[in-house]
């Protein structure tokens, strides 16, 4: 099971970027996506979840200038608009996953960096 993530980059303060990340591999289901990220010298933080029903949850920091969805059931998005410096940082995707009839299992991304210029 992998989980490959693209779309980061180098923006200007009030750009925007858009990520997205698709599970492939041996999958029978996958339950909850979501992203987090992690500045130089800070710990891994939440940026947004999104369940196979649709339901989202977001930090503080970033409602109402994210947003995160799913076009189907392996592949996350996440749009992020009004990018301020604070948001730079690299952005993991996740996901929980049942790769065969042995239970579920969380899987990380490699990680894209998002760099937000002042």
């Known amino acids: 099971v992998q989980l490959q993530a693209s779309g980061g980059g180098l923006v200007q303060s009030g750009g925007s970027l858009r990520l997205s990340c698709a599970a492939s591999?041996?999958?029978?289901?996958?339950?909850?996506m979501g992203w987090h990220r992690q500045a130089p010298g800070k710990q891994r933080e939440l940026v947004a979840t999104i369940t196979n029903g649709g339901s989202t949850n977001y930090a503080d920091s970033v409602k109402g200038r994210f947003t995160i969805s799913r076009d189907n059931a392996k592949t996350v998005y996440l749009q992020m608009n009004s990018l301020k410096p604070e948001d730079t940082a690299v952005y993991y995707c996740?996901?929980?996953?049942?790769?065969?009839?042995?239970?579920?299992?969380?899987?990380w991304g490699q990680g894209t960096q998002v760099t937000v210029s002042s």
């Open positions: 591999g041996s999958i029978s289901s996958v339950n909850d």
């Open positions: 996740t996901a929980l996953i049942r790769p065969g009839t042995r239970g579920v299992f969380r899987y």
